[in-house]
């Protein structure tokens, strides 16, 4: 009797340990960027391969990788609870990598330079990929990406440039532009740095709004904007700034401005507002 007993209990561990939430790391080999690029992808509670879900892309920020959310960020303890209230629907987040902490000798950023076509690994190689991966996103309504400052402008100027593939964007603290020069890059001879900056600016958020065509207009306003930034962060009026621009517009638009600054203090709570509002916006 007791060995049965014993037997029932492992077996229920055992479905135990397999329905909970996880984080797995991959990577994979990109033709565009010539390497292998590691990933983290967060599988929700009871993750069924043969059941479709909608998916978060959740960008890092520059000095950043991949690994950022799920450990600084602590996203996974988010996620769960969020579930678990039913605040947030049961989703695949994909964070994928755009960089190195050594943001002199390596690239990072989130758009085409020299020797590194992201944009082009970004939406041709990777997104393609995870997705039939692990059966989840597939059309617009099941796609949502946020991120946070150079992954917050990316989110969005990504949102901007591909309105229809994404149900929602959310930047948080977004690097928005750099005509200002609000980030600076190195001096030093050969930093990969400015380049990273230099996309930025090319990039602009604001002057992609300016430019905006009257047809372009009507496919952003497809996708539902929310924009987050702490009142002691230099770049909140870089944020302002597109709110008011995309409202101008008549795009549907949200901006929090909360106390804090450009920290990961800001951003994991950053996460309690971002989640739920992808979910909402997500296809019934």
């Known amino acids: 009797m007791k060995r049965v007993v014993l037997i029932l209990c492992l077996m229920a561990a055992g479905t135990l340990a397999w329905a909970q939430s996880k984080i797995v790391t991959e990577s994979i080999s990109s033709t565009f960027l010539g390497c292998e690029q590691k990933y983290n992808v967060y599988l929700p509670n009871g993750y069924d391969a043969a059941k479709a879900y909608p998916v978060i892309y959740l960008l890092h920020g520059l000095y950043g990788d991949y690994s950022n959310w799920a450990g600084t960020g602590r ?3 988010v996620a769960d609870e969020l579930i678990t209230s039913g605040e947030m629907v049961p989703c695949v987040i994909i964070m994928p990598n755009a960089g190195d902490n050594d943001v002199h000798n390596y690239q990072n950023g989130y758009f085409n330079v020299v020797n590194w076509p992201y944009e082009d690994f970004f939406f041709q190689e990777f997104l393609p990929a995870v997705e039939s991966k692990y059966n989840c996103g597939g059309c ?4 949502a990406i946020m991120g946070l400052s150079m992954g917050g402008g990316g989110s969005i100027v990504y949102a901007q440039r591909h309105p229809d593939l994404f149900s929602s964007a959310y930047g948080m603290s977004a690097w928005l532009d750099n005509k200002h020069r609000e980030v600076r890059g190195s001096n030093r001879p050969g930093s990969k740095l400015s380049i990273t900056d230099e996309s930025v600016r090319e990039h602009s958020a604001l002057d992609f709004m300016d430019n905006a065509t009257p047809e372009v207009i009507g496919q952003l306003k497809t996708v539902e904007w929310f924009l987050d930034c702490g009142d002691d962060d230099s770049l909140m009026n870089l944020s302002v700034q597109l709110h008011l621009k995309m409202k101008q517009a008549g795009l549907h638009s949200e901006l929090r401005v909360r106390n804090g ?8 709570t950053a996460l309690r507002q971002s989640f739920p509002f992808a979910s909402r916006n997500f296809c019934k």
Do not use: C, I
């Open 75 to 77: 996203m996974k303890d």
């Open 140 to 143: 617009k309504g099941k796609r």
């Open 261 to 268: 600054g450009h920290t990961w203090e800001y951003w994991h």
